[in-house]
């Protein structure tokens, strides 16, 4: 999870989809990190609001320390997200010549059918039923996990609500707790497309 200075968006990001994975039973496959590309707050706890937010909806808070994204992170990463597109394009700027790769239509679309299976489930990840789950042609859903090259793409590709041109989650720092919980709304809808996708592709 990637957003600018690593206090607002993304630990929330961190710590919801951290949560969800172990609802899930995936924490034996998955693990969730979270960096910025800036680092103007290294070693900073997240954001007051931030770590208020996730309390207001239950969320554990953990004792986050914000960090900066760096070429060896990428080394190790399969699945980089982002909360908007100038973290996108700084995240590719920093993987340089060695590269990522965009997330394919195939992940997106394994996307979509989990979103569809959440919306039936009132918003529960059933990690059984995910893994279950076939598309109409009879194929599992594509896997989103290991690959040679980190896959890159907006964290809201995962929230079956976005569209082209609303599918950032807005920076609330600096702005009112209600701004925090907005973009809580949006993260929470992201990581449990995300974690959705996940389950269904497990092997």
Not at 47 to 67: I, M, S, T, Y
Not at 170 to 185: M, T
């Amino acid at each position: 999870m990637v957003c600018l200075g690593n206090i607002c968006r993304s630990p929330m990001a961190e710590a919801v989809a951290s949560a969800l994975v172990r609802e899930s039973g995936l924490s034996d496959l998955v693990s969730i990190e979270s960096f910025g590309t800036a680092s103007y707050h290294v070693g900073e706890r997240a954001h007051p609001q931030a770590e208020a937010a996730l309390r207001r909806r239950g969320w554990p808070v953990g004792d986050h320390r914000a960090r900066n994204l760096r070429r060896r992170d990428l080394d190790r990463l399969d699945l980089v997200l982002c909360a908007d597109r100038a973290n996108l394009a700084e995240v590719r700027r920093v993987a340089g010549s060695a590269g990522v790769a965009d997330l394919a239509a195939a992940d997106l679309a394994a996307a979509d059918l989990a979103a569809a299976d959440l919306a039936a489930a009132d918003g529960q990840v059933d990690a059984a039923a995910m893994r279950a789950r076939v598309d109409p042609a009879g194929r599992t859903h594509p896997r989103v996990g290991r690959t040679a090259t980190p896959r890159i793409g907006l964290l809201r590709s995962f929230d079956a609500d976005a569209d082209p041109g609303d599918d950032e989650v807005p920076d609330p720092w600096g702005g009112l707790d209600a701004d925090f919980d907005r973009a809580l709304d949006l993260i929470e809808r992201s990581c449990r497309g995300l974690v959705a996708a996940l389950a269904a592709g497990r092997s």
